[in-house]
């Protein structure tokens, strides 16, 4: 059929192609390129902006026990007019020696008398719900009663229960809670009723509804976020997190697995690292930990990949480095957590992950050794790792590290020293402005095809500035990573993993914008960033398809108006064309697909779009940009679209 004659169905509307289309996709149909990873879109995840504690992990006690260096710290004193008491943060005789305070609270009867918790700026209760309290209690003198009491923002009593009859042991007492009223700040109390004292630790208040109902686990709407984008990969803990800001605060998996009173708080590096964004309340619980993200990756279908510390503090900070000659307990640590994921139930850690209650292996394929570090140290600590992994672990794929920036001189330095080092992956980051990503689509064209593959570990389009409190997650960044992603997926044969970062904020408690993904106590949207994230990875393709774009315009700083990538998912026998339009203008294109008989005559369409490049999602419009299917009605594989202006757009074009 005479390709200038045919119609187009686009998004209800018909659009007649009566001349020649200006730019031409050329899609060589018959010709796969480079078969992509299957993980190649993945996630990030770090405990930045209360991305675990206060945000993943579904605790909703803040400081539950009384571990921040101001112990009463997210607790106030509730005393009514005629109670009399005391409280007093202890530490003899404690419930457990890893986390040893506790409170003791003594009343002299004559009212409740107690604290109230404020949860993580915001103590989230939804009616219908039932929350799982828990705490170890001892009793100290008399038998007094343990009052226990939800209220709403506005002091609506939502629920209480008593509890009595303490042993002077400690011991878990439990009860659950019905909130009669949603409510987004809520605050949990807990009351001495009766003349005497207790002591309290390991104050809990979980929702019996999170991820898979699991007591004491994740976020269920969290990670069903997560679980929706069909992820490659998760790469956890972090980011500077791996690293601490001195060596003694860095990440350390083994403290963070086994019963939850014996992982040791940590103070988080984001409580302090920017002093505009000073975050006095946020320390590491490590509820969430190494069993849990591995846990996670499985419930979600994607490869882990943990990242360790290489004996290095963040290199923003102290830059404190491990003596290369006292590495061993570091480069100890990684081999145990390889046998912790992948060893049979009778070696030692295989042992412990069968005890957690996983006797089958989590198949661990990848491991990163340090994370956004640089220089010399850097590749001395990583050759000494990689000697010892390698011939171990041959299995295990290693990812190293290139450093904060995509193309400074720590970057320059670091790229040949890998090579030589027979690197297997090369972690890249960059957090730049939108143009940088319109103009380096093509960075990977010309990427050594024989050397270590690159792992785009980090990255997001700055509408202000990096660290810019003003950035915003908008339709403008959206499409500039939208567009550089077909640059990555053109590249499928250097580029094997990529990832936006930072994943989740807390709405009330963040340091870093943009995210990925926004929560608050009770609510969570997508950005339109996390919708391209989305639309990539549910439409990933097995091999690449060469593209060519014929007719587009170029600036003279490397934007193009329109940029496309293409890949052929086999099993669905489907060719997916991923098209971005970044500019004002709507842009007619001529599509060929060539090598190809026939196609069917519907083609699906999923558009990321509008009304202008500020428009982003919020609690109130979490779907304001969110990708819309239409069918297309086409045909024969010599097809005229449009693309409308600020799109990104994904075809999926079912062959015959
Ligand atoms: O994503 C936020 C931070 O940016 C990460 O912790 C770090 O790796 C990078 O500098």
Redesign the pocket.
């Known amino acids: 059929m005479n390709p200038k004659l045919q119609t187009v169905l686009l998004a209800g509307t018909l659009v007649f192609a009566t001349a020649a289309s200006a730019v031409t996709i050329e899609i060589q149909s018959d010709q796969p390129g480079a078969k992509i990873n299957p993980a190649m879109w993945g996630i990030?995840f770090?405990d930045?902006n209360f991305g675990a504690d206060g945000g993943l992990y579904a605790e909703l006690v803040k400081n539950r026990g009384f571990e921040f260096p101001d112990p009463l710290m997210g607790w106030t004193k509730i005393s009514p007019s005629l109670a009399k008491g005391d409280l007093s943060v202890r530490d003899d005789a404690p419930f457990n020696a890893a986390n040893p305070h506790y409170l003791r609270l003594q009343s002299e009867g004559t009212a409740p008398f107690g604290v109230s918790n404020e949860g993580f700026r915001g103590l989230g209760l939804r009616q219908g719900e039932a929350y799982d309290f828990s705490a170890q209690v001892r009793g100290v003198v008399g038998s007094p009663a343990l009052s226990l009491q939800l209220y709403g923002a506005d002091g609506t009593l939502l629920d209480a229960v008593q509890l009595k009859g303490f042993s002077s042991g400690w011991k878990k007492v439990t009860a659950t809670l019905h909130p009669k009223d949603t409510d987004a700040n809520a605050r949990l109390c807990v009351l001495v009723d009766g003349k005497g004292a207790v002591d309290i630790d390991m104050v809990s208040l979980f929702p019996q509804h999170t991820w898979k109902n699991r007591p004491g686990g994740l976020r269920a709407d969290m990670v069903q976020m997560l679980a929706d984008m069909k992820p490659g990969f998760l790469r956890f803990p972090?980011?500077?997190?791996v690293e601490g800001s001195v060596l003694e605060r860095r990440y350390q998996w083994k403290n963070t697995i086994g019963p939850v009173e014996e992982r040791k708080l940590l103070i988080n590096r984001w409580n302090y690292e920017f002093l505009h964004r000073p975050t006095p309340d946020y320390f590491q619980s490590f509820g969430l930990g190494f069993f849990e993200y591995f846990q996670l990756c499985e419930d979600i279908g994607a490869q882990p990949l943990p990242i360790l510390n290489c004996g290095m503090a963040c290199q923003?900070n102290s830059g404190e480095l491990c003596p290369l000659d006292q590495l061993g307990p570091y480069i100890q640590d990684a081999l145990d957590l390889i046998e912790f994921a992948n060893g049979p139930t009778n070696s030692t850690w295989g042992a412990k992950r069968a005890a957690l209650g996983h006797p089958g292996p989590f198949n661990l394929k990848m491991l990163g050794v340090g994370?956004?570090q640089w220089g010399q140290p850097y590749i001395d600590r990583y050759a000494r790792f990689a000697t010892v992994l390698k011939e171990k672990h041959p299995e295990i794929q290693l990812v190293s590290a290139a450093g904060?920036s995509p193309d400074d001189e720590r970057f320059k330095f670091a790229w040949p020293k890998l090579r030589e080092l027979n690197a297997d992956i090369v972690d890249e980051?960059c957090?730049a402005k939108p143009d940088w990503f319109l103009a380096n689509t093509h960075r990977y064209d010309h990427y050594d095809r024989n050397g270590p593959k690159v792992f785009m570990g980090?990255y997001?389009a700055q509408s202000v500035a990096i660290v810019s409190t003003k950035n915003k997650n908008n339709l403008d960044c959206a499409l500039a990573e939208a567009a550089y992603m077909t640059g990555l997926e053109r590249n499928a044969d250097v580029v094997c993993l990529a990832s936006y970062?930072?994943l989740f904020s807390n709405a009330e408690a963040w340091q870093?914008t943009p995210d990925l993904i926004w929560v608050d106590s009770l609510h969570v949207y997508g950005t339109p960033n996390y919708y391209v994230q989305q639309l990539f990875a549910r439409n990933r393709g097995d091999v690449v398809l060469p593209v060519t774009l014929s007719g587009i315009e170029t600036s003279t700083a490397g934007v193009q108006n329109l940029y496309a990538s293409a890949t052929r998912d086999d099993q669905a026998g489907e060719i997916i064309l991923k098209v971005v339009n970044p500019g004002a203008a709507a842009i007619e294109t001529q599509i060929n697909l060539e090598g190809i008989a026939d196609i069917e005559p519907k083609v699906k369409a999923t558009v990321l779009t509008s009304a202008g490049l500020n428009e982003g999602n919020s609690f109130h419009a979490p779907r304001n940009v969110a990708p819309v299917e239409t069918d297309l009605n086409v045909d024969g594989p010599h097809l005229t679209h449009t693309f409308t202006q600020h799109s990104f757009t994904v075809l999926r074009i079912k062959t015959r």
């Not at 972090?238 to 997190?241: D, E, L, V, Y």
Request: glycine residues 12%; negative net charge.
């Open positions: 990030f770090e930045i972090g980011g500077c997190i923003f994370n956004e904060p980051h957090y980090e997001a970062a930072p870093w």
